[in-house]
């Protein structure tokens, strides 16, 4: 069964396939990143959901503190 980990590479959040019998800390290294969500996601789709609350919540997050400047 494929999982699923929420990663950073290059400064820009992604999704990576964690490997059967692999650590999503492994996977992460194995892409020259850093894992971000320490949870796993059993499919791509549910991954892709919490990914874009993530960005939602960052872009909010610089809108709100654009908006103090």
Known sequence: MARFAIIEVNDSLTIAQVTPGQL???????????????CIYRSYDQACEVLHGMQRRDAERLG??????
Not at 25 to 38: F, I, K, N, S
Not at 64 to 69: G, Q, R, T
């Open 24 to 38: 999503p800390e492994d996977t992460a290294r194995q892409e020259r990143g850093a894992l971000v969500d320490p």
């Open 64 to 69: 709100e503190h654009a908006s103090l400047v």
